[in-house]
């Protein structure tokens, strides 16, 4: 599955009543940068989980390389695993707290193993891309703190040299400072080749990783362009409310 593309096509999908998603087309290619901006509820989780193969869309599909994601072999969905990865906000949520950082890290870069994919790394060469020492390799999942654990998360997403990144909300528990460094690293996995999707309300940070951006409003995109742009010349009603929902983020626009 090397070098392909991650799609949405025509994707209505929801949980049984009302779409949440109402005819979305997107793409995703190892070094693209895009970036999917909404107000809750917009539909931004549920289109990641469709990408993902967790969704099963109602209507339309969503592909890797050509092939339906909720259809892949086996063998094939541990190879999408490894070279699409995902990072939430509570990317750690289904993980024992008590495993350590070195144990998670080992377990991944196994599975990229089974899949074909093996990297040549080690646990801290993993740590070491996120700015952490390996001194946290002895630490449990339970004994981080928010920021720890979000680098982790990344850190462990990184860990299979992926060529599709899907961020979201990678960030929230990291400060300024901090969050400026990960999305330095971010930016230079995407000079290295590797397809980006940020979904997030920091527009900064998507301003800085995305070329183009995508405003989800009601299941359908309903305007695109860079940031900046959509922030300083909205189109659409649900892109000007953005706008004056976030003028601290737009002026850090300018």
């Known amino acids: 599955?090397?070098?392909?593309?991650?799609?949405?096509?025509?994707?209505?999908?929801?949980?049984?009543?009302?779409?949440?998603?109402?005819?979305?087309?997107?793409?995703?290619?190892?070094?693209?940068?895009?970036?999917?901006?909404?107000?809750?509820g917009a539909g931004k989780s549920t289109l990641i989980q469709v990408l993902l193969g967790l969704n099963k869309p109602t209507q339309g599909r969503a592909t890797y390389g050509g092939r339906t994601?909720?259809?892949l072999s086996r063998k094939e969905k541990k190879g999408f695993r490894a070279t699409v990865r995902a990072v939430h906000q509570e990317g750690l949520s289904g993980a024992d707290p008590r495993m350590t950082v070195e144990r998670l890290l080992l377990n991944t870069l196994g599975d990229a193993r089974k899949a074909?994919?093996?990297?040549?790394?080690?646990?801290?060469?993993?740590?070491?891309?996120?700015?952490?020492?390996?001194?946290?390799?002895?630490?449990?999942?339970?004994?981080?703190?928010?920021?720890?654990?979000?680098?982790?998360?990344?850190?462990?997403?990184?860990?299979?040299?992926?060529?599709?990144?899907?961020?979201?909300?990678?960030?929230?528990?990291?400060?300024?400072a901090l969050r400026d460094t990960v999305t330095d690293r971010i930016a230079e996995l995407t000079n290295a080749g590797v397809g980006l999707l940020v979904v997030s309300h920091d527009l900064r940070m998507v301003d800085r990783l995305t070329a183009t951006t995508h405003v989800l409003a009601e299941g359908r995109i309903v305007e695109s362009g860079p940031v900046r742009h959509l922030m300083a010349d909205p189109q659409h009603a649900e892109t000007r409310a953005l706008a004056e929902a976030l003028p601290d983020a737009i002026g850090g626009l300018r």
């Open 69 to 71: 994601v909720t259809r």
């Open 116 to 176: 074909g994919l093996a990297t040549g790394q080690q646990p801290e060469d993993v740590l070491a891309t996120v700015g952490m020492e390996p001194r946290f390799l002895t630490r449990t999942l339970q004994s981080l703190s928010g920021g720890e654990r979000q680098r982790v998360v990344l850190a462990n997403a990184l860990a299979t040299r992926p060529e599709i990144l899907i961020l979201d909300e990678p960030a929230t528990a990291l400060d300024l």
């Open 1 to 40: 599955m090397s070098g392909t593309a991650l799609t949405a096509q025509d994707v209505w999908a929801g949980y049984g009543g009302a779409p949440v998603l109402a005819g979305i087309d997107l793409s995703i290619a190892p070094g693209e940068t895009v970036g999917l901006i909404g107000r809750s």
